[in-house]
């Protein structure tokens, strides 16, 4: 009985001999399995992070409402450099208009420079209104008409919001049927006797920050779920990083500018590559 029972275990010395085998296996097996997990883990993080390029195409087709940057962005040019234009000072303006756009100074103390520098050089009431006639006819991006055009179509809410003013902008407006209550603009002041008196202060887009303000106000308004910005500046950019933006797409066509490519969830040169991603009149 004794020697059947001897024979029927392993010895201590087999047993010791497979221990470290048997450890060796399920290290192995340990180690294969913990790779095997990490890189699942890996994987399914890896695709829980979607291209922000990608995603910024994805929006464009599911957006309730867009915004647009007019000066440099819909238009190729600068509403305010246009009016030191016809006040003999365009590139005075336009420096400080850089400025501006870049970042290095706050948007309100720019505005007041520029503004004060025109009304120095003659602005009115009356200089101003024969200043838009002559030179407030706009001057397109391509292809931007006809983005906002099937923007339209798909049902997408397009707004105007500008850190420009509502003299220049309105002729934009009225040509791609926006409506007036879809714009967000600046507008100058003037006393009873036609003279320079300001800005609007009070408007959101009278100062640094403003953009972000307006769409998160709309948004709420209307109750909008997925909202891009379109714009070329760093006041642009803020309405997605200080502001409820869900995509901010930058804009190069008139200039780049480094930050803004950098920064940008999708940063284009054309408004055709806008164009390629929208479906046609024919799909809507």
């Known amino acids: 009985m004794a020697t059947e029972t001897q024979s029927s275990l392993p010895s201590a010395r087999s047993r010791r001999s497979a221990g470290p085998l048997l450890l060796a296996v399920s290290g192995a097996s340990c180690l294969w399995m913990g790779s095997a997990t990490a890189g699942l883990s890996f994987g399914f993080r890896s695709s829980e992070k979607e291209d922000p390029v990608a995603r910024a195409k994805r929006i464009l ?7 647009f940057d007019v000066d440099s962005t819909v238009v190729t040019t600068e509403g305010i450099d246009l009016i030191g234009k016809c006040f003999g000072i365009m590139k005075e303006i336009s420096e400080l208009t850089h400025k501006a756009m870049n970042g290095n100074v706050k948007f309100q103390d720019a505005m007041a420079q520029r503004l004060e520098l025109i009304a120095e050089h003659g602005m009115t009431r009356d200089t101003l209104e024969k200043c838009v006639q002559s030179e ?6 391509p292809g931007v008409q006809e983005v906002v055009k099937m923007f339209h179509k798909q049902g997408t809410d397009v707004y105007l919001v500008s850190g420009g003013f509502q ?3 309105k ?6 049927h926006i409506p007036q209550n879809k714009i967000y603009a600046n ?4 006393d009873e006797d036609g003279n320079y008196k300001g800005f609007d202060r009070n408007a959101p887009t009278s100062a640094s920050g ?21 714009g070329d ?3 642009d950019m803020d309405a997605r990083d200080n502001g409820p933006a869900d995509v901010f797409i930058g804009y190069g066509g008139v200039q780049v500018r480094e930050k803004i490519k950098n920064g940008a969830d999708w940063f284009i040169t054309s408004f055709q590559e806008i164009l390629d991603v929208l479906p046609k009149g024919t799909d809507l």
Do not use: C, Q, R
């Not at 087709?61 to 915004?67: G, H, I, K, T």
């Not at 002729?171 to 791609?176: D, I, T, Y």
């Open 61 to 67: 087709l599911e957006a309730d409402a867009v915004f």
């Open 136 to 141: 407030g006819k706009p001057k397109w991006s």
């Open 167 to 169: 003299n220049m902008i």
């Open 171 to 176: 002729p934009v407006a009225l040509e791609l």
């Open 187 to 190: 507008e100058i002041l003037f």
């Open 210 to 230: 403003g953009k972000p303000k307006v769409v998160k106000l709309i948004k709420k308004k209307h109750g909008y779920k997925k909202t891009i910005m379109f």
């Open 233 to 235: 500046g760093a006041t």
